[in-house]
């Protein structure tokens, strides 16, 4: 397969310590996927990485270990610590479901929040970047509106695109997102890859006014479907796919996407509880 990642090695500079990447798509794109795949690849090329997880569940860590962790909702309602949180992935990564029910935040005591604050500037001290499995932006947009840089996760199916472009435009218009990083997950090749970034480029840029950046594509493949079956990922897996050599080039170059000079990840939880505080008092009728 070509290397994809030359090209994208030229985008921007080496990308320092303490970015967040927000990887959003609609449901049954393989978003979860591609956010496991990536922490791997970038495990192995020696990053150190945390993923977090804001859908209730803790389907990312579920699809890797029998006994997940918490959610962050379990946490803030039993007066547990943040790393009941956490789970380590066999990979060498870990995962932090951050999923909250819209009013649990609401009731939380300056007491409790830097607590929690403190906990997780300390669990993510060393840690160099921070991947987002973000929900629906139609329920839970406040991580998708905080991070960094946005990766969206396509697949060449027309209802994708469609409902990508809802996604664009509740976050350009409501919380004044303008670049996002394209991913085009299960291509044939990429001709169809860049096609789907073409269409949804073309109306974005001339309804909405943003910026769409062609990232790279995974290919189709029936070992990403193994792999998961197996709890493992293809770089484990099946190193010699397809899929494990699509996703190792695109993480080697995932810190160079980088589009901010000053990175947020350090803040990101406890703006995120801001935020979600705000949205959820937002939604209360009065």
Known sequence: M?????????????????????????SGCGTTT????????????????????AHPGNPLAQRFVDDPGVTLDMVVNSQGSLDDAVTPL???SSVMNVYTRPNTLTHLSDTVERRLVSEYEALTRDVELVLIDTPSVGTDPA?????????????????TLMQAYAMIKRLALEFARR?????????????????????????TSEFLGVSLR???????????????????????G?????????????????????????????????????????????????
């Open 34 to 53: 591609v956010v496991a795949e990536m922490a791997a690849g970038l495990v192995a090329a020696q990053r150190r990485v945390l993923i977090l997880d």
């Open 143 to 159: 991580l998708a509106a905080l991070a960094d840089n946005l990766v969206l996760v396509l697949t060449p199916d027309i209802q």
């Open 90 to 92: 066999p990979f060498g």
């Open 2 to 26: 070509e290397d994809q990642a030359a090209s994208l090695r030229r985008l921007t500079p080496s990308a320092q310590v303490g970015r967040s990447f927000a990887f959003l798509g609609v």
């Open 179 to 203: 670049r996002f990083d394209v991913l085009v997950n299960r291509a044939r090749d990429v001709n169809e890859a860049q096609a789907i970034f073409q269409r949804l480029s073309q109306v």
């Open 238 to 286: 099946f190193p010699d796919s397809e899929a494990s050599t699509a996703c190792s080039q695109l993480a080697a170059v995932l810190p160079r996407w980088c589009s901010v000079e000053h990175g947020n990840a350090r803040q990101l939880f406890e703006r995120y509880l801001a935020a979600s505080r705000h949205l959820a008092e937002e939604a209360t009728p009065l």
């Open 214 to 236: 062609w990232v790279g594509f995974v290919p189709e493949d029936p070992m990403m479907r193994r792999a998961a079956l197996l709890r493992t990922t293809t770089l484990h």
